[in-house]
């Protein structure tokens, strides 16, 4: 069973940086597209950042230019978050969808962005 992986989580200050890191706990082959969604207290969960296996990027308005999501050779995702916002503070959840459609969710990392 494949188990996705999430660290780098915390408690920063408004301005800084976190990085976060998804691995899952096996090679998951035919990778279609890989993605960091976030939930905050009382609202929907919302995609934060997703690349594709082609290596294409996309990113909402509320994020673009401070967050950047990039992949390793082994499917391992990472989302650098910069200039972070206390809005930004939320459960981030990575995301692997294959091409014959599993579609598997890490367990959530806790980020905090408080003075």
């Known amino acids: 069973q494949v188990q996705l992986m999430e660290s780098g989580g915390g408690l920063v200050q408004p301005g800084g940086s976190l990085r976060l890191s998804c691995a899952a706990s096996?090679?998951?082959?035919?990778?279609?597209?890989m993605g960091w969604y976030r939930q905050a207290p009382g609202k929907q969960r919302e995609l934060v950042a997703r690349?594709?296996?082609?290596?294409?990027a996309n990113y909402p308005d509320s994020v673009k230019g401070r967050f950047t999501i990039s992949r390793d050779a082994e499917n391992t995702v990472f989302l650098q978050m910069n200039s972070l916002k206390p809005e930004d503070t939320a459960v981030y959840y990575c995301?692997?969808?294959?091409?014959?459609?599993?579609?598997?969710w890490g367990q959530g990392t806790q980020v905090t962005v408080s003075s």
């Open positions: 690349i594709t296996s082609g290596g294409s």
């Open positions: 096996v090679r998951i082959f035919s990778v279609n597209a």
């Open positions: 995301n692997i969808l294959s091409n014959i459609g599993n579609n598997y």
